[in-house]
């Protein structure tokens, strides 16, 4: 891929909820990022919830399908890997996201198993949060974490401005004046 269109992977480690993984799969069907789902899911793939919550935007997605995580982890050893998980030790913009990271996300209900996080300290990364709220919701944490990723890479490939149909922002600019 080129330097004009890095690619970004999201991945959901055994997702539970198919509320979650249909908004996750409308965010990343809106910004171009991949999606790769590792199983065993919590639901079917073809779940009525799943497909209301991503909506029609299924025919814009590149999805991958996993077995397990060892398979996943078997798979992409050589990528750059990011876990997002409460227990990270460095905090999600401080990283600096090259082209093709895998951004990484744990099951709803228990995260991401502590024995891979342990093999990766240098790339588990948290989003700040006051001390007694557990987490955010994970299609939440997955948004924020894409978005920042595009940030840093000055959102490629994406429309940067929206256009108003009634009026141009010179004519609103005038009518405020």
């Not at 910004?31 to 199983?39: D, I, Q, Y």
């Not at 991401?112 to 240098?122: A, C, K, M, R, T």
């Given at each position: 891929m080129s330097k004009e269109n890095p690619r970004l992977n999201i991945v959901l480690f055994e997702p539970q909820i198919p509320q979650n993984t249909g908004n996750i799969a409308r965010?990343?069907?809106?910004?171009?990022?991949?999606?790769?789902?590792?199983?065993?899911?919590?639901?079917?793939?073809?779940?009525?919830?799943?497909?209301?919550?991503g909506l029609d935007y299924w025919h814009f997605l590149d999805i991958t399908y996993y077995n397990s995580t060892q398979e996943f982890l078997e798979k992409h050893k050589e990528d750059h890997l990011y876990f997002f998980t409460t227990k990270g030790r460095k905090v999600y913009s401080e990283q600096?996201?090259?082209?093709?990271?895998?951004?990484?996300?744990?099951?709803?209900?228990?995260?991401?198993?502590?024995?891979?996080?342990?093999?990766?300290?240098?790339?588990?990364?948290?989003?700040?949060?006051?001390?007694?709220?557990?987490?955010?919701?994970?299609?939440?944490?997955?948004?924020?974490?894409?978005?920042e990723t595009l940030r840093q890479w000055g959102f490629p490939a994406l429309q940067n401005e929206g256009q108003l149909h009634r009026l141009s922002w010179d004519q609103i600019n005038q009518t405020v004046e």
């Open positions: 965010t990343c069907a809106c910004t171009g990022a991949r999606l790769h789902l590792v199983g065993p899911m919590g639901f079917s793939i073809d779940d009525k919830k799943l497909k209301r919550a600096t996201y090259p082209d093709d990271s895998y951004l990484i996300f744990g099951r709803e209900d228990a995260g991401i198993d502590e024995e891979i996080l342990f093999h990766h300290p240098d790339t588990c990364l948290r989003l700040p949060m006051i001390g007694p709220v557990r987490s955010l919701n994970l299609s939440n944490t997955v948004a924020i974490a894409v978005y």
